[in-house]
Each structure stands twice: as C-alpha cells, then as structure tokens.
C-alpha cells in the first residue's frame, strides 16, 4: 500500500494531540505519594469512570482495526461472543468481587497468597505477565502498520512512538491517568468510528441495507447467529455463550489488567456496576465496528483476501489490513488524520493498561516480597512503580517490533484473545479453587494451573500446526478458557481428595 502524504498542519495536530495527552496525565497524576497511589489510585475512582477504563482496556488498536476485518469475512458473527461476555461479568460480579473486596489487595493474586501462600501468588502471577505481555506486543504491532502508512515511516519506527508516547503519561501518572485520560480516548476513537461509518453509509447505494443486500447477493450474507455445534468454529452460539462466557470470566476476573481498575473504585457495589456496565458499552461497540466491516465488503465489491496474491492479485493480503486500506486511501484527507488520531487513543487505552498492570504485579508479588516490605513504601514504592513501567515499556516494544515481521493471515484479534486464553481458563481455575475449594492446599492448586496451562499450550501450539497435534485444529480458541478451568478445577478437586476435610 501507499502512504497516505499528510500535510503539515495534520501532523502538527497528531504531535499536538500526543502532547496535550502526556501533559494532562503528568497533571492528574501530581500529588502521588507512594506505590497505592500510583497502582490502585488510593481506591478513589468513580464508577462511571473505571467502566469507560475497562471499554478502553479491552478494546484496543487490535479490535478498532482487526473485528471490521474479522466482519468483512464474518458479518455479525463476531458478536455472539459478546453476548457470553456479558454473562461472564454478571459471574464475576457476583461470584468472584466479593471475595476481592474483603481486604486490602494490591494485586488479585494476593488473594491465592492468603489462602495456599506465597508460591501459588508468584506462580500464577508470573503465568498473567508472560501471556500479557505477549497479548499486549500483538494488540502494539497491529495499529503500527497503519501509522506507518500514513506517516510514511518503518514499522519498528512507529512501534518506538507509540510505545513511548503510551509509556510517558503512565510513568508520569500511574492508574489514576490511565483511567481519566482513557476516558478521552474512548471518546477519540468512538467518534473516528463513527465518521467512517457515516462515509460508508453516504457512498454506498441504498446506505446500511444496500451493504446488507450486496453482502447476501455475493453469497456471504451477514449472519448474527449460526446454531451449529462444531467446536471447530470460533463464532457459534454455542462458542459465543459458554466461550464467551468463560473467556470473560477468567479476563476480567483473574487477570491483574481488568481486576486492578476493578480494586480502584471505591467499594463492591461500584466494581460490579463498573465491570456489567461495561458489558452493554462493549456490545455498542462491537456493533459498530462489524458494521464498518460489513460495509466495506459492499465497498471493495467482496475483493478477496489472499495471503500470496498470486491467485488475486488485487486481493488483500490479510484481514487486518482492509480497514486500514481505507482509512489511507478513500477517506478525506482531515478525516483521516483524526482516524490516526483515534488508531492512537486505541493503541494507547491498551498499552497504558498493560503496562501499569504489568508492573503492578511484578512489584506486588515479585520484587517486593523478595526485596522486602519497605520497598513498596513511600516514594521508594513510587519509584519502584515508575522503574519497572519503564522496564515493561522497552520489552513490550521489542516484542511488537518482532510480531509485526511476521506474516499472519488470522485476523490478530483471534491471534490476540488465543494468547491470552491458553493460561487464562487455569487462572480463574486457581480462584474458583480458592474460593469454593475448601480440602485444596496450595500444591494441589499449583499442579491444576500447571496440567491446565500445559494442556492448552499443546492445544495451541497444535492449532497452529506446530506440534503434531490434530485436537489443536479440532478445537477454536474461544473454547480454551472453559477447557483450561474446567482442567484446572477438575485436577485440583482430584488432588484435594487426598487432604481431610478442614474444619474452619
């Protein structure tokens, strides 16, 4: 593809943008005095606020660019896992928050501390940033490429600016700035959506019915539900509802990303109005951009995707790659920069959230226990915080640089979510355990995370064909959360056979 030649005033809007961004989060981030300032915001969030943080958090640079990708091939398919994620948080509201909010946690995996000890803490926290950390270099390369386009620079270049500009307003304000400022950015990439919608809808004959109809009359109409029982598909019912379902459950109720904006909020009953009114936010959302891809298949005329182009050589070479062909070479000029613009608030909801969470953990249930307890008072934990955002922002980046050479023809949104889901089914697998377990100790926990997190890992690995695995290409991603709990639960009942019942 071409670069997009922007003018000068476009990108003195862009840096402008990226300033105001980084200043505004140094000034709400003024005042911190210690490390639960700068993780946990002192517990003094508004609701309303970690709810947009949350939309912010999971939506990512990865979903504005890759679902209408996904929908272009899909229709509205995609949103049948959206329905299970809205039941999934009504489980952990419900199920799991109160638990959390029974004392002072700095990370949710203090909670396995309290109830097996120290190893089942650093085990399973270790198991969160390693596939974070790899979810999160997926969700930074992705929105690189358009950038790169328009800006007219390498990849690895725009990689190095996103996560630097991310990097300065999170290491300057910590989870306060993260929540206020992903407010804003919500706002930025919502609207940018909504004005390539309305540009769709005014080019295309007959608007969103004329896009439904040409998609039916090339033979892929844009179907909502299909009721087939194949664990093959990702987008069932079937796979949408209980997949869905428990995907949520183990990525908003076990993952340090979503639990901490959780954690910041003033009490239970805010947290859980927060973490469901999300839910509802997201099915809005998710609507609009598989409608943008639905549209664009009407647009291109079905132009098919061909990873080689040697059978079209007019075609797309990726899913991933339609919307921001697009964005570069059909939109008006100033419509295209604040799309860049909200490619940017995208990529850094994402990236900000990853990273605090990221470096909360390391130094709640890493470095600070090792270090000792006056680590993490004081400004010695302030600094602490600031240090290991940094160490996380140069990783990740160097991450992202990798992934972005690597040819995928998988949409990464499912590139994405199947990272996360090969631990995340034994992580809510451990909590379900220590809540609801009464006989397990922490090496029976210990052996279900890690039969759970091996099972999966093989599962993946093979769906990939990168192992000899046949189930791998049997078995869709959205399942794996539901197969590694359900092992990590199951494996962990067995073994607690073997201890008395205790009497407390």
């Keep these: 593809m071409e670069s997009l030649r922007v003018g000068l005033p476009t990108l003195l809007l862009i840096l ?74 009504f489980a952990v509201a419900f199920l799991l928050l109160p638990s959390y909010f029974k004392g002072e946690l700095a990370t949710v995996y203090a909670l396995l501390e309290g109830r097996f000890g120290p190893a089942a803490r650093r085990f399973t926290s270790l198991l969160f940033m390693l596939t974070r950390v790899m979810a999160a270099a997926v969700r930074l390369a992705v929105p690189a490429i358009p950038i790169a386009l328009i800006l007219g620079i390498p990849i690895w270049t725009a990689v190095v600016i ?26 930025v990439y919502l609207s940018g959506a909504l004005l390539a919608l309305g540009f769709l809808w005014t ?12 998609n039916a009359s090339a033979g892929q109409p844009a179907r909502l539900f299909h009721l087939e029982f194949d664990l093959a598909r990702p987008y069932t019912l079937w796979a949408g509802i209980l997949g869905g379902a428990f995907l949520t459950m183990a990525s908003h109720g076990a993952d340090q990303l979503i639990v901490q904006r959780l954690l910041a909020c003033r009490g239970l009953r805010d947290a859980q109005k927060a973490l469901i009114g999300s839910g509802f936010v997201i099915l809005l ?34 899913p991933d790659e ?28 994402s990236e900000s959230s990853a990273l605090n969470s990221l470096a909360s953990a390391l130094a709640h249930d890493v470095v600070g226990p090792l270090s000792g307890k006056k680590r993490m008072e004081g400004k010695r934990g302030l600094a602490l915080g600031r240090a290991l955002t940094l160490f996380w922002t140069v990783l990740l980046a160097l991450l992202a640089i990798g992934f972005s050479r690597l040819s995928q023809s998988q949409p990464a949104v499912q590139v994405g979510l199947g990272l996360l889901s090969v631990t995340a089914g034994g992580l809510l697998g451990a909590f379900l ?35 000899p695995l046949s189930l791998g290409q049997k078995i869709s991603w959205p399942w794996y959360s539901l197969i590694g709990s359900t092992i990590s639960v199951a494996t962990g009942l067995a073994l607690s056979l073997r201890h008395p019942r205790p009497e407390k």
């Excluded at 964005?327 to 604040?338: E, K, N």
Aim: aromatic share 16%.
């Design 162 to 187: 996103l996560a630097a500009a991310t990097a300065l307003y999170t290491f300057l304000g910590g989870i306060k700035a993260v929540i206020w400022i992903d407010l804003i950015q919500v706002f």
């Design 433 to 467: 355990l220590c809540i609801y377990a009464r006989r397990a100790n922490q090496a029976d926990v210990l052996w279900a995370v890690g039969c759970s997190t091996f099972f999966m890992l093989a599962l993946w690995l093979g769906s990939k064909g990168w192992i």
């Design 16 to 89: 402008a943008y990226l300033a105001g961004i980084n200043v505004l989060g140094a000034w709400i981030g003024r005042g911190q005095k210690d490390a639960r300032d700068y993780f946990l915001g002192s517990h003094a969030m508004p609701w309303w606020a970690v709810m947009g943080s949350i939309v912010a958090s999971e939506t990512s640079a990865l979903t504005f660019l890759s679902i209408p990708g996904d929908a272009y091939r899909t229709g509205f398919a995609f949103l049948q896992l959206v329905f299970g994620y809205i039941l999934g948080r």
């Design 285 to 318: 959302q998710m609507s609009l951009f598989l409608s943008i891809g639905v549209m664009l298949f009407a647009f291109f005329h079905g132009r098919p995707i061909d990873s080689s182009a040697t059978l079209a050589p007019a075609a797309f070479h990726a």
């Design 322 to 349: 339609i919307f921001p062909t697009f964005i570069v070479r059909h939109l008006p000029g100033f419509i295209s920069a604040y799309l860049v613009a909200g490619i940017f608030s995208a990529a850094m909801c």
């Design 203 to 214: 080019r295309l004959p007959g608007g969103f019915a004329g896009a439904l109809a040409a």
